[in-house]
T-cell receptor, first 113, second 109 residues
Framework: GAVVSQHPSRVICKSGTSVKIECRSL??????MFWYRQFPKQSLMLMAT?????????EQGVEKDKFLINHASLTLSTLTVTSAHPEDSSFYIC?????????FGPGTRLTVT | GIQVEQSPPDLILQEGANSTLRCNFS?????LQWFHQNPWGQLINLFY???GTKQNGRLSATTVATERYSLLYISSSQTTDSGVYFC???????????FGTGTQLKVEL
């Protein structure tokens, strides 16, 4: 199957700082990527759809200015959590579609202190 | 938006036992996938199955789209099968998937 990578796998930052998470499709091109968020023992919630060369589409209730998404190439999307606060601590997972299936990265665990 | 419910929420099995996990969804879909989330959080693709039946080793899945449900069968369970199983569905013209509530499976020796 297709491979999606994420970096970093784990990050700890101080409250008020910004953190960038990278998502790459390694062996295929993805015009669309998706960013999900997962709290402990809960399901995955879609945050936004990242579109190559255009603006991201955010789900209802997700702050566009806090979660900045850039999809600059067919293999790379980035999520920047700006002015992070402890309540932003979560597991962030990206995904990309290869033909009919969605494939997921290994996730990034963000802890804001 | 579409609602996706999974049952049971938790399941404990003895190694070697069989199980059936269910996924109900509230609207027509043109995409349905089953995933296994391992203890490290990685989602592993099990099946892409918007309709019909598929089998892969000890796992098989069936989706009855007209009745809006899908089933995942695990036979001869092993401890490595432990983790959370999610179904996720997509409908309409979009590519995005909506995830179900998940089934937490624990397989004991």
């Amino acid at each position: 199957g297709a491979v999606v990578s994420q970096h970093p796998s784990r990050v700890i930052c101080k409250s008020g700082t910004s953190v960038k998470i990278e998502c790459r499709s390694l062996d295929f091109q993805a015009t669309t990527m998706f960013w999900y968020r997962q709290f402990p023992k809960q399901s995955l919630m879609l945050m936004a759809t990242s579109n190559e060369g255009s603006k991201a589409t955010y789900e209802q209730g997700v702050e566009k200015d806090k979660f900045l998404i850039n999809h600059a190439s067919l293999t790379l999307s980035t999520l920047t959590v700006t002015s992070a606060h402890p309540e932003d601590s979560s597991f962030y997972i990206c995904s990309a579609r290869e033909q009919t299936e969605l494939y997921f990265g290994p996730g990034t665990r963000l802890t804001v202190t | 938006g579409i609602q996706v419910e999974q049952s049971p929420p938790d399941l404990i099995l003895q190694e070697g036992a069989n199980s059936t996990l269910r996924c109900n969804f509230s609207d027509s879909v043109n995409n349905l996938q089953w995933f296994h989330q391992n203890p490290w959080g990685q989602l592993i693709n099990l099946f892409y199955i918007p309709s019909g039946t598929k089998q892969n080793g000890r796992l098989s899945a069936t989706t009855v789209a007209t009745e809006r449900y899908s089933l995942l069968y695990i036979s001869s369970s092993q401890t490595t099968d432990s983790g959370v199983y999610f179904c996720a569905v997509g409908g309409g013209g979009g590519n995005k998937l909506t995830f179900g509530t998940g089934t937490q499976l624990k397989v004991e020796l």
